[in-house]
């Protein structure tokens, strides 16, 4: 069954969960030396001064997902241009903790949970599997 909203009529969709992960911290750690804005590019590369590196795959969703994380900011609309935050950099230090789990919708953070994680929570984190397996259950 197929919730619908009784004021618009429009179908009622599930919030996806987005967590750090351990790609999440390798994009970071490639802003932070970069000390500048970086062009993330949808597959595996950033482009840092004019050089293209590897990065991890969907380097540009994991880009936007650190800006929802409040880690990195977006450069101008549609750019593709990523940079570090001062929060970023505490959480590479590991002085800064951010939400275990965020949700959102239209590219803005409308819930999280209470569960702070640091870098050292994370860092070997990688969403396998078995997190795949049970994505729907953790929903809302």
């Given at each position: 069954?197929?919730?619908?909203?009784?004021?618009?009529?429009?179908?009622?969709?599930?919030?996806?969960?987005?967590?750090?992960?351990?790609?999440?911290?390798?994009?970071?750690?490639?802003?932070?030396?970069?000390?500048?804005?970086?062009?993330?590019?949808?597959?595996?590369?950033?482009?840092?001064?004019?050089?293209?590196?590897?990065?991890?795959?969907?380097?540009?969703?994991?880009?936007?997902?650190?800006?929802?994380?409040?880690?990195?900011?977006?450069?101008k609309?549609?750019?593709?241009?990523?940079?570090?935050?001062?929060?970023?950099?505490?959480?590479?230090?590991?002085?800064?903790?951010?939400p275990?789990?965020i949700?959102?919708?239209?590219?803005?953070?409308?819930?999280?949970?209470?569960?702070?994680?640091?870098?050292?929570?994370?860092?070997?984190?990688?969403l396998?599997?078995?997190?795949?397996?049970?994505?729907?259950?953790?929903?809302?």
């Amino acid at each position: 069954m197929i919730d619908i909203c009784s004021c618009c009529g429009q179908k009622i969709r599930k919030l996806n969960p987005h967590r750090m992960c351990k790609q999440k911290v390798n994009l970071l750690q490639i802003f932070y030396k970069a000390k500048d804005w970086v062009f993330a590019q949808e597959g595996y590369g950033v482009e840092v001064e004019g050089k293209m590196q590897r990065a991890p795959y969907r380097a540009r969703a994991h880009a936007s997902r650190l800006v929802w994380f409040g880690l990195a900011e977006h450069g101008k609309t549609r750019s593709g241009l990523y940079r570090i935050t001062p929060e970023g950099v505490q959480f590479l230090a590991g002085s800064h903790q951010v939400p275990a789990i965020i949700y959102c919708k239209d590219g803005e953070v409308v819930e999280s949970t209470d569960k702070k994680v640091g870098i050292r929570d994370v860092r070997g984190i990688i969403l396998d599997k078995d997190y795949w397996d049970n994505y729907s259950q953790i929903q809302i």
